[in-house]
């Protein structure tokens, strides 16, 4: 069965640093999404995005992130100037279409800032 | 207000036991309900989609009333690899198109 990959498994990074989490979506899906959760709170909206454009953005998705798809492959989260409450496990997700069609997760990264 | 409330549990049952989850949803232009399960440290899992006229699938119910803007899950005989975090999870395109999860509701499934 496809699934949606994610790379690194696990990034450690200083306070400050830029940071970039890699998703490979499940090739046919056309919905994209980055969701951070940290550790015992509530998967939280990040970011959607469709047709190489932001749809929505949540409150946190301020300008320190951004997202790409640079190759039609890869679906990547940037952190520029990371802070410690930026530690989090963020979960890349994919859906084939958008109305009624349940997301696909990938296993996440699991972001440590020091 | 929360977009999407469940109740918080933890929910302790023994094995056997039917056990029941509800959530609400506060915008009324949602339009695609899901039930995803979480285990610990791990990504959500797609339970079930939920239909508007309910829907089965072996031991999960899933209800959905749209006029009270409330969702349901129903495990029955619960297993102990029932025992997980339970989200509700609520899809709407109000001009962008998000996917919203509920805090989750905790399951222990005792032997």
């Known amino acids: 069965e496809p699934e949606v990959t994610q790379t690194p498994s696990h990034q450690v990074t200083q306070m400050g640093q830029e940071v970039i989490l890699r998703c490979v979506p499940i090739?046919?899906?056309?919905?994209f999404y980055w969701y951070r959760q940290i550790l015992g709170q509530k998967v939280e909206f990040l970011v959607s995005f469709y047709n190489n454009e932001i749809s929505e953005k949540s409150e946190i998705f301020d300008d320190q992130f951004s997202v790409e798809r640079p190759d039609g492959s890869n679906f990547t989260l940037k952190i520029r100037s990371t802070k410690l409450e930026d530690s989090a496990m963020y979960f890349c997700a994919s859906s084939p279409s958008s109305y009624n069609s349940p997301l696909h997760f990938g296993n996440g990264t699991r972001l440590t800032v020091t | 207000r929360k977009e999407v409330e469940q109740d918080p549990g933890p929910f302790n049952v023994p094995e056997g036991a039917t056990v029941a989850f509800n959530c609400t949803y506060s915008?009324?232009?949602?339009?695609?309900f899901f039930w995803y399960r979480q285990d610990c440290r791990k990504e959500p899992k797609l339970l079930m989609s939920?239909?508007?006229s309910g829907n089965e699938d072996g031991r999960f119910t899933a209800q959905l009333n749209r006029a009270s803007q409330y969702i349901s899950l129903l495990i029955r005989d619960s297993k102990l690899s029932d025992s997980a975090t339970y989200l509700c999870v609520v899809w709407r395109d109000t001009g962008g198109f998000k996917t919203i999860f509920g805090a989750g509701t905790r399951l222990f499934v005792k032997a």
């Open positions: 939920v239909y508007s």
């Open positions: 090739s046919n899906h056309l919905y």
């Open positions: 915008n009324s232009a949602s339009q695609s």
